[in-house]
């Protein structure tokens, strides 16, 4: 075992979706581990204790691992399922990815409001744009993301956001250069698959969103 309590054999590259079989970088999944009322309890920070089961940070992947008790096959014993596993995985997700931009306002990476972003963005110091799922799509349209993979968030609510940037609510939003926007970036990969948001807003130079 590790320091953490994880199971060494988890050390590595890749891990196996327990749902679709396929193998994938685990930054792109998420971890599992049984509770000690023997139910499968979500894992997103990937420390709790115990052996980890891996599905891919994917919809129809949780949904399908749900559906047919996959839990139970990975660990060769019963493993109780909370009727709204998918709910709580999805949840605690927000949260991490709310939680890290909120650390990333406090130091001062980040910024919010559409002339701050704007400017932010037209003065290429913006790493990341943030918008609201549920913001206006002609307000949305007026800004573009900057240039890179994988730079722009638009799965979290203006509510969500709103949380992030201590407000009531927020559609437009902004990372600049700091150590956390990588961390931002993976996580918000994680929650739009597992929200199921596909495609996005057009990107210059069709660069991928997140």
């Known amino acids: 075992m590790s320091r953490g309590g994880r199971d060494k054999s988890e050390d590595g590259p890749e891990r196996r979706c327990i749902a679709t079989g396929s193998n994938s970088d685990p930054s792109r999944m998420i971890r599992f581990v049984i509770g000690p009322e023997g139910q499968a309890v979500p894992d997103v920070s990937g420390k709790l204790p115990g ?12 949904e399908t691992a749900i559906k047919k008790n996959a839990f139970s ?3 060769k014993t019963q493993v109780s399922l909370p009727d709204d596993l998918a709910t709580q995985t999805e949840t605690l997700l927000a949260k991490r990815l709310v939680d890290l931009i909120s650390l990333a306002r406090k130091a001062g990476q980040a910024v919010t409001g559409y002339e701050k972003v704007k400017s932010a963005l037209e003065n290429e110091y913006a790493r990341v744009l943030l918008q609201a799922s549920d913001g206006s799509e002609r ?3 007026k800004l573009r993301s900057p240039p890179g993979k994988d730079v722009f968030i638009g799965c979290l609510t203006a509510q969500e956001l709103g949380l992030a940037f201590g407000r009531e609510s927020v559609i437009h939003g902004a990372l600049t250069a700091g150590g956390l926007s990588k961390q931002v ?5 994680r ?3 597992v929200r199921g948001i596909s495609g996005g807003k057009a990107r210059p130079k069709g660069k991928d969103d997140a």
């Open 139 to 141: 307000g949305k349209s």
């Open 51 to 62: 052996r980890g089961m891996w599905v891919a940070a994917e919809k129809t992947a949780l």
């Open 185 to 189: 970036i993976a996580e918000g990969i």
């Open 191 to 193: 929650l739009k698959g």
């Open 73 to 75: 096959r990975s660990a």
